[in-house]
């Protein structure tokens, strides 16, 4: 499985941003897609998480209620819609795949960079 994150960039307090990953590979239908991040100095954190039915989603304290993560099967795609952002977001965002039998993600993108201004 192969992970490509996109959709990161500069942007100012209070804006959006939405990022993509698309997996190629083995259909990813069936494994749970998370999203983590990493700032400067800081270890890589947990942000959302989505399992392969769409139903059930879990995200961080600290995005709740401003970032929604989503996907699309068909597309091998997952999302996540970040809005509200904060200076504090500023991250270098990472993609990962968990299959159903694992307990860790096995499987991560490159990262995409997000950079809130204030």
């Known amino acids: 499985v192969q992970l490509q994150a996109s959709g990161g960039g500069l942007v100012q307090a209070g804006g959006s941003l939405r990022l993509s990953c698309a997996a190629s590979?083995?259909?990813?239908?069936?494994?749970?897609m998370g999203w983590f991040r990493q700032a400067p100095g800081k270890e890589r954190e947990f942000v959302a998480r989505i399992t392969w039915t769409g139903i059930t989603t879990q995200y961080a304290e600290s995005v709740k209620g401003r970032f929604t993560i989503s996907r699309d099967n068909a597309k091998n795609t997952v999302y996540l819609q970040m809005v509200s952002l904060k200076p504090e977001d500023t991250a270098v965002y990472y993609c990962?795949?968990?299959?159903?039998?694992?307990?860790?993600?096995?499987?991560w993108g490159q990262g995409t960079q997000v950079t809130v201004s204030s």
């Open positions: 590979g083995p259909p990813f239908s069936r494994y749970t």
């Open positions: 990962a795949v968990k299959r159903p039998d694992s307990d860790n993600y096995d499987y």
